[in-house]
């Protein structure tokens, strides 16, 4: 059975709508923070702190308001992990021109960085591997079948199911 308002894609499959979409990305991003989880805390990081030090390391000079934007995450959210980075020794605060005030990573944070990239890389590694999606599959059913391999997926057989006819593969 199609889901309703899907669009067939290239192969004849259904496309579901971008909601589903979205909550399957959310998914990606929840299991990934609380997989990560002890990885980045053995570093003195979270990894939210994690994702601030790659982009500081990614982009010197960068300043506070540019990694809220940059990561869709809260101002607040953005100074109290920049302090804790900074407090840790991984980063430092640069004067700019006039009032502003840029970042960049320390000797250890850049260390720390590399270290907060291979845990990330091996977590998605870890999901390529068990389910077969590679560099070159298409974005919607590799998604899928991630998703599908962190949660199970949801019981479609029930008409009453928010998926009702959502096939995991």
């Not at 939210?48 to 540019?66: E, S």
């Not at 840029?102 to 870890?126: N, P, V, Y």
């Amino acid at each position: 059975m199609a889901p309703h308002n899907g669009v067939a894609n290239r192969k004849g499959r259904t496309m579901h709508d971008l909601g589903h979409l979205a909550q399957d990305i959310s998914i990606l991003h929840r299991s990934y923070y609380k997989d990560s989880a002890s990885a980045f805390k053995k570093l003195q990081l979270n990894p939210t702190a994690a994702c601030i030090l790659i982009a500081v390391c990614d982009c010197p000079g960068i300043n506070q308001r540019q990694i809220s934007q940059y990561l869709a995450i809260d101002k607040g959210l953005t100074a109290r992990e920049v302090a804790k980075l900074e407090s840790a020794g991984y980063l430092r605060r640069v004067k700019g021109k006039g009032k502003s005030i840029s970042l960049d990573a320390t000797e250890a944070g850049e260390g720390i960085a590399d270290k907060a990239r291979r845990i990330r890389a091996s977590w998605w590694q870890a999901r390529f591997s068990s389910t077969g999606v590679t560099r070159t599959s298409e974005l919607l059913p590799g998604i899928e079948r991630i998703v599908h391999s962190l949660t199970g997926g949801l019981d479609t057989s029930s008409s009453s199911s928010p998926r009702s006819g959502h096939v995991r593969q």
